[in-house]
């Protein structure tokens, strides 16, 4: 799904570790994954990487998800309706802005992102997200 889903982080930069959230179905196959990182002042659910299998979708595991992620400053960056709608019952609300040391720490991090697919030859990803950079909308929970 990370190389077909081209809002997606690049699959090389998308690991799991220690900061993944991973929902398993019942033969104990990963069917959602969704990685939550420390920008200073709160946790971002990357938007890039939420990742329901389509066959699962409809059956509230982005919920599942983000109930996963846990209490605290939360927020997300989404432009796909579904996920928009997840965070608005999860409590999330619009806003246009993180704050200003997690902007900077955003600021940081996209911009290693970007070099890194243009050293990866993800010419394709960079301009389809450049294209659609303005449809993002962001999502906060205190």
């Not at 109930?67 to 997840?86: I, M, P, V």
């Not at 955003?106 to 030859?121: D, P, Y």
Request: aromatic content about 10%; glycine content about 6%.
């Amino acid at each position: 799904m990370f190389r077909h889903e081209l809002d997606l982080r690049p699959p090389s930069l998308a690991r799991i570790n220690d900061k993944s959230i991973i929902i398993y179905d019942d033969e104990d196959k990963p069917i959602a994954h969704a990685i939550k990182t420390n920008r200073w002042k709160g946790f971002e659910i990357n938007s890039l990487v939420v990742v329901v299998d389509p066959t699962h979708r409809g059956k509230g595991i982005s919920h599942k998800l983000l109930e996963k992620c846990g209490n605290g400053r939360l927020f997300a960056y989404t432009r796909d309706a579904r996920l928009q709608s997840a965070l608005e019952k999860a409590g999330f609300e619009r806003s246009t802005t993180p704050g200003f040391l997690s902007s900077l720490n955003l600021l940081v991090s996209r911009l290693g992102m970007v070099s890194w697919m243009i050293f990866s030859l993800e010419f394709k990803r960079i301009l389809h997200q450049l294209k659609h950079i303005r449809d993002y909308e962001l999502y906060v929970r205190e």
